[in-house]
């Protein structure tokens, strides 16, 4: 008997075992076809199994193998993707759960931003190696631990102060970049979203053009009954608001040493907002994958489409 | 978008929407005025370390806001040039 160590080592055991647990409710080709012929000829079904059996030994699959063949590598897509959208997943408490593919929106923690033991510095050139980041840009700064890290007695330490701490790799924007999330605990954020209405171009100010063009745009925004959208019932009286409220801001900003590039600012979330999600018609509103900042250009761009907005 | 981009002297941050932060602070309502957030500007480094103590609003702060007011904290971002160079793939630093 062969030992283990004599075994043909394949070819990629992890993913193979997946497929392998991902197609275990899966029938062959062979099973679906007798399953078919006795079903559909239930007085002479072993007849019609025999005859299809005898014509593939004979080299000549029929029409009926090539169009159940199409069906089966069909629904064998559609079961893998049912299976790893419902089935992939890891859940945080209280009740954030990442599926398979996802981006992992979260931060590092506080006290893994800084190398402060040695020992963890010597995985912070293997981390580098590990980020890869965009041409032209650098990776993103943050925490300098990785998995075994974490091993040492100081970062342990640190995780078990503020919770376990678990690594993704997410695809996101900016090209990959790393997360850390507490399994218990806040989580640090350390991203901002624009929402902006689905079809528009976001990064825009209805406070940088004349007034009456903003208030033409707001009256095609108004959505009677939504949250979002009702504050454009009224638009010269929200524009009124909306500019004290913006002097304010910038009087603020400056007194607390900002320096304020634009006249009116462009208007984000700190990290992910469940209540824009809820609330919103998921029709109205998106996020932006490849844009420009437009604030400036605003009129020239909704003269050809009134329907455009900002937040 | 990380907020690595951005430094201290180009993003503003408050809680909640600035209209109703600011609104909030004028009228003083006792049933949902918050001193200690409406009518106030934060700065990248204080909603950091807000965040990093108490985590995002929905993270479990405690809160006077009703359920059909946003409840988030809002950025301001004052330079577009950064925004722009961002998303163009550039480093904007």
């Known amino acids: ?311 | 978008m990380p907020l690595s981009i951005l430094g201290e002297s180009d993003v503003s941050f408050t809680y909640p929407d600035s209209m109703v932060s600011y609104f909030l602070e004028l009228r003083q309502d006792p049933e949902v005025y918050q001193p200690g957030y409406h009518g106030r500007v934060f700065t990248l480094s204080q909603i950091r370390k807000i965040v990093d103590e108490k985590g995002l609003p929905e993270e479990g702060w405690v809160t006077k806001t009703a359920a059909d007011v946003a409840h988030y904290v809002e950025a301001q971002v004052w330079n577009c040039r950064l925004l722009e160079e961002y998303w163009r793939g550039r480093d904007p630093r």
């Open chain 1, 1 to 311: 008997m062969r030992q283990p160590r004599d075994w043909p080592a394949r070819a990629d055991p992890p993913a193979a075992e997946i497929a392998e647990a991902l197609d275990a409710a899966f029938v062959s080709g062979t099973q679906f076809t007798l399953y078919l012929l006795r079903a559909s000829f239930p007085f002479y079904g072993l007849f019609a199994a025999a005859g299809w059996l005898a014509r593939r030994l004979l080299g000549r699959p029929a029409a009926l193998d090539c169009a159940i063949l199409a069906l089966l590598r069909a629904i064998q897509r559609e079961m893998r993707q049912v299976f790893t959208q419902t089935m992939m997943t890891i859940r945080f408490p209280p009740d954030w759960v990442v599926k398979l593919g996802d981006d992992l929106r979260a931060g590092f923690p506080a006290s893994l931003r800084q190398i402060a033991d040695p020992s963890c510095g010597r995985c912070w050139p293997s981390l580098i190696r590990r980020r890869t980041a965009p041409a032209g840009r650098e990776p993103s700064t943050g925490p300098t631990c990785l998995t075994g890290c974490i091993s040492s007695p100081t970062c342990s330490a640190a995780s078990k102060r503020r919770g376990t701490v678990r690594r993704a790799v997410h695809p996101g924007a900016d090209g990959g970049t790393e997360s850390w999330a507490h399994a218990a605990g806040a989580a640090v954020i350390d991203y901002l979203i624009h929402y902006y209405r689905t079809g528009s171009q976001p990064f825009r100010s209805l406070s940088a053009i004349p007034e009456a063009n903003a208030i033409e745009i707001m009256q095609a925004l108004y959505v009677p009954g939504s949250v979002i959208w009702e504050r454009f019932k009224d638009p010269a009286d929200y524009l009124q608001g909306r500019r004290q409220t913006e002097a304010w801001l910038r009087r603020e900003f400056i007194r607390l040493g900002g320096r304020p590039q634009e006249q009116h600012p462009i208007y984000m979330v700190l990290g992910r907002s469940k209540w824009v999600e809820r609330m919103a018609d998921p029709a109205t509103l998106s996020t932006p994958r490849l844009s420009r900042c437009r604030s400036q250009s605003w009129a020239k761009a909704t003269s050809a489409s009134p329907t455009r907005t900002a937040w």
